[in-house]
Nanobody, 114 residues
Framework: QVQLVEPGGGLVQPGGSLRLSCAVS????????MGWYRQAPGKQRTLVAG???????NYADSVKGRFTISRDSAKNTVYLQMNSLKPEDTAVYYC????????WGQGIQVTVSS
């Protein structure tokens, strides 16, 4: 059974930084893609950043230059380094992984507020 575990999240002041992590466990052959999505209250879930198995990345325009996605293939873990956080970054952040099928983490709350 595949599981995605996302510890972390929390409250951070505007301009601050936070790093999210997501570890994939279970039985699988290969992780093709991992990504971070977010969903603010009353809004749709949207892609924040993604990274492929060969390390290609893509970002939402709203986070370019502030967020960095990376992965540790040996640990089956993806990270999202978030810098210069803004109140509009407040949302529930979800990790996902494409392993043939699509799997989601449980989601973690990130709140940017003074």
């Amino acid at each position: 059974q595949v599981q995605l575990v996302e510890p972390g999240g929390g409250l951070v002041q505007p301009g601050g930084s936070l790093r999210l992590s997501c570890a994939v466990s279970g039985s699988f052959f290969r992780i093709n893609f991992m990504g971070w999505y977010r969903q603010a209250p009353g809004k749709q879930r949207t892609l924040v950043a993604g990274i492929t198995s060969v390390g290609s990345t893509n970002y939402a325009d709203s986070v370019k230059g502030r967020f960095t996605i990376s992965r540790d293939s040996a640990k089956n873990t993806v990270y999202l380094q978030m810098n210069s956080l803004k109140p509009e970054d407040t949302a529930v952040y979800y990790c996902n992984a494409v392993l043939g099928a699509l799997f989601w983490g449980q989601g973690i709350q990130v709140t940017v507020s003074s």
